[in-house]
Nanobody, 124 residues
């Protein structure tokens, strides 16, 4: 079955960096656009960034543009999220998600597969 497993979360001070990883299995990874979402306590899950099947195109939420970078390695079936200049408002559980078709989709219902999430906490 399809599995997406996130890792790399943790506690970091404001201004610091973290790199999240998502390992995919059970699917033809290069057929899937991938995305990262996040959910803060008491808030709805929100779109962060997505990347197309080849890695040549990306789409960022305004809140993370210029600070976060998504990338993927199809040979390893991995997708990454490099997060720099972290702010306390970036604190959330971060989820990896996959969908077939167009990559520029921000609604979580557009994604077929989800990981279990990894906690990112940014202290002020």
């Amino acid at each position: 079955q399809v599995q997406l497993v996130e890792s790399g979360g943790g506690l970091v001070q404001a201004g610091g960096s973290l790199r999240l990883s998502c390992a995919a299995s059970g699917l033809t990874f290069s057929n899937y656009a991938m995305g990262w979402f996040r959910q803060a306590p008491g808030k709805e899950r929100e779109f962060v960034v997505s990347i197309n099947w080849s890695g040549s195109s990306t789409y960022y939420a305004d809140s993370v543009k210029g600070r976060f970078t998504i990338s993927r390695d199809n040979a390893k079936k991995m997708v990454y999220l490099q997060m720099n200049s972290l702010k306390p408002e970036d604190t959330a559980v971060y989820y990896c998600a996959g969908r077939q078709g167009v990559f520029k989709r921000t609604a979580d219902r557009a994604y077929d597969y989800w990981g279990q999430g990894t906690q990112v906490s940014v202290s002020s």
